[in-house]
């Protein structure tokens, strides 16, 4: 039999084979095994550089996920541990005086989005009162306050509204890089106390919008109670029964009586009813909430809403009543310009829902055309009859506009003795003549041609 090739036995040619060694087999060099299908597919496609380029951008990719996923996570604790957030919805009383204190901060703060807020009033004369405001407008406003950082957000929802107001829906968002809470707490109070010290020695005068109170323009330097002239015990009956009032309601309480005050002041007109109303206010240290009865879309329930949700210390007043009803079959079912009944008007002066601690004042300048039912005891429990000027109140004004000059006042007097003569014609007459009051003498038969 001849001998195998040595290649048939996966032997080198190189390497000699002893017979007389039994494991000479082992030293001989091996060839090199075949891969299998398998390993060499694997092979391939570790060794493709595409392959590598791709594993590398899965691993890039994932690893950028995970920093996103940790950055997020950080941010969130950051955000719990370190962020507070402020809400302040519109409805909120602090939401005019925050806006108020962001305004006066605008020299400093560098707010720079401004929104304007106007209040405007036409009067029964046709003149016109108009006050502007300049708040921080939406947006996001950056400041720092007592070594704090702050965002202010301002957001107007433009799907959301007051339907009493027709206004947006407005939210105020306030956050801090603080830990401690009663940051705001102490910018609150801030905020508050800047918009009370604005009214020390004033009067505000509250307007209603929609079914709230809202101050109209700026609060006003509170008026003398001794600059309205009245005619002789006038003035002091009123204060005198107001003070009494405002004092005993333990007295009401105990006897079950509704703790409520009803004024009805009457006569032509300038006579001096709202002058003397909101002199009165000063000197109580009150404020004062206009209400037109004949304000268009004005309803029994919103009527009663706001009389009973009077600001504290204010006083109610109900202008020109006679103007939204006269008679009672003419106003049962619908009010000259609002929606008002008379008997809705009766139920919100002394009804069952209506409030307590409350004083109201009433004036008209035709007391013959008001229901006896609007007028009667309980409703009304003070009437004052303020007519033309009388010669105490010509005396008394022409000594409050010159001084000490009684022989003045005495001809000022006998000039115009028995004449009609507005107290407002009368002021008018001084403050033109201011500085002359023997040429006020002279030419006072100007205000009978008036």
Known sequence: MPPLPLASLGLSEQTPLSPNDSNATSNATLNPIPDSPQTGIFANITSNPLFSAGFGLLGVGAGLSLLKKGTNAAA??????????????????????????????????????????????QHDNGSVT???????????HYFKWKGIWMKVERQRDGKMMDLSTGSPWETITVTTLSRDRGVFTHLLEE??????????????????????????????????????????????????????????????????????????????????????????AGELEYNICILNLSERGLTDDRLNHLLSNVPERSIMLLEDIDAAFTKRSQSDNQGYQSMITFSGLLN???????????????????????????????????????????????????????????????????????????????????????????????????????
């Open 348 to 450: 919100a002066l002394d009804g069952v829902a209506s409030a307590e601690e409350r004083i109201i004042f009433l004036t008209t300048n035709h007391l013959d055309k008001l229901d006896p039912a609007l007028i009667r005891p309980g409703r009304v429990d003070l009437k004052e009859y303020l007519g033309n000027a009388t010669p105490h109140q010509l005396r008394g004004m022409f000594l409050r506009f010159y001084g000490d000059r009684p022989d003045l006042a005495d001809a000022f007097v006998a000039r115009l003795d028995g004449k009609t003569v507005s107290t407002a014609s009368l002021q008018g007459h001084f403050v033109y003549y201011k500085d002359d009051p023997l040429e006020a003498i002279e030419k006072a038969d100007e205000l009978l041609r008036q």
């Open 130 to 140: 108009t006050k502007f405001g300049l708040v921080p407008g939406p947006g996001n």
């Open 76 to 121: 969130s604790y950051t955000r719990r541990r370190l962020l507070v957030t402020l809400e302040i919805p519109s409805k909120d009383k602090s939401y005019a005086w925050f806006l108020q204190w962001m305004a006066q901060q605008a020299p400093k703060r560098q707010v720079q989005h401004l929104a304007v807020e106007t209040s405007f009033k």
């Open 191 to 280: 905020a508050q106390s800047m918009a009370l010290k604005k009214q020390e020695g004033k009067t505000v005068i509250y307007t209603s919008y929609g079914p709230e109170w809202r101050p109209f323009g700026m609060p006003r330097r509170r008026r003398l109670l001794d600059s309205v002239i009245l005619d002789n015990g006038i003035t002091e009956r009123i204060v005198k029964d107001v003070r009494a009032f405002i004092g005993s309601g333990k007295w009401y309480n105990e006897r079950g009586i509704p703790y409520r005050r009803g004024y009805l002041l009457h006569g032509p007109p300038g006579s001096g009813k709202s002058s003397f109303i909101q002199a009165l």
